[in-house]
């Protein structure tokens, strides 16, 4: 369980990560009427003990409530929201609760641990008190993200590029990572490029233990892709890969017209994953 304690500025220096919960954003502050919490992503071996920002830039004072919230990450980047792991993973907070005054600062420090690596969670702050123009009541909510990494790094072996995919309608091309391994990695840098070396990148993001994740671009060039980049913490990754219709669409077209007027489902072994 969280719990309410005394810090003291001390721990390690903060290594902002560019993550933004299912994929990693620029070195920002998450920004909302005014509002902002910095930096928005951390990441830290084993432990952290450390501090974020929150900031008030309205003329309006407003009540912080922070909690703890778990989350989970799908392989299309979308971030679900689950429970506060209370039993593995353990959290102090210098202040739960407190009164942010207007064009004010306020610094909330924390220590966290977790039974078991890796470990992720978000501590959100939801802000009352800010009003609009039309004296409509705003709440504004604010996350920080916090990565616990486990000691041993993720391995070149441990993640595989199971797909690429092209849709020249959408004008996008996806690639499907898979994680094998129990740790948690990130893609640093990602980018398809063309056989003659034209390139579109994507921006990063977290690869979770155990999970898949596709990573999409804008392709608007006349040539298909055809090799996939991905640059992680320790190792990079270089593979050229023959592009596929999108799973969905492939499906589609293989059925026959009798099977389509029925609405049989499509052809087994069709990857919909």
Do not use: C
């Amino acid at each position: 369980m969280y719990q309410l304690g005394a810090h003291n500025r001390l721990g390690p220096q903060l290594r902002s990560a560019r993550l933004a919960l299912g994929l990693l954003a620029p070195l920002a502050p998450v920004t909302l009427a005014a509002q902002t919490v910095s930096p928005p992503i951390v990441e830290y071996q084993e432990r952290a003990r450390a501090s974020f920002q929150l900031s008030n830039g309205s003329i309006f004072p407003l009540t912080v409530v922070l909690e703890p919230h778990g989350f989970d990450i799908t392989e299309n980047g979308d971030v679900v929201s689950l429970p506060f792991d209370t039993a593995r993973i353990h959290l102090k907070l210098s202040a739960t609760s407190f009164r942010l005054e207007p064009r004010a600062t306020y610094n909330v420090f924390y220590d966290a641990t977790a039974d078991s690596l890796p470990a992720w969670f978000t501590i959100t702050a939801a802000m009352s008190g800010a009003r609009t123009d039309d004296g409509l009541n705003l709440r504004i909510i604010l996350p920080h993200v916090i990565y616990l990494n486990q000691k041993q790094p993720l391995r070149k072996e441990e993640v595989v590029v199971r797909r690429l995919e092209l849709d020249p309608g959408a004008k996008k091309a996806r690639v499907l990572l898979e994680n094998l391994s129990a740790k948690l990695g990130r893609v640093l840098e990602f980018s398809v490029a063309s056989a003659k070396g034209q390139s579109r990148s994507a921006g990063a993001f977290p690869l979770l233990p155990g999970h898949r994740r596709w990573a999409v671009v804008d392709w608007d060039l006349d040539q298909p892709p055809a090799r996939v980049m991905a640059r992680f913490a320790k190792f990079s990754i270089d593979t050229t890969l023959a592009p596929t219709p999108p799973a969905d669409q492939t499906a589609a077209d293989t059925r026959s017209p009798d099977a389509s007027r029925s609405g049989s489902p499509p052809p087994a072994g069709s990857d919909r994953r």
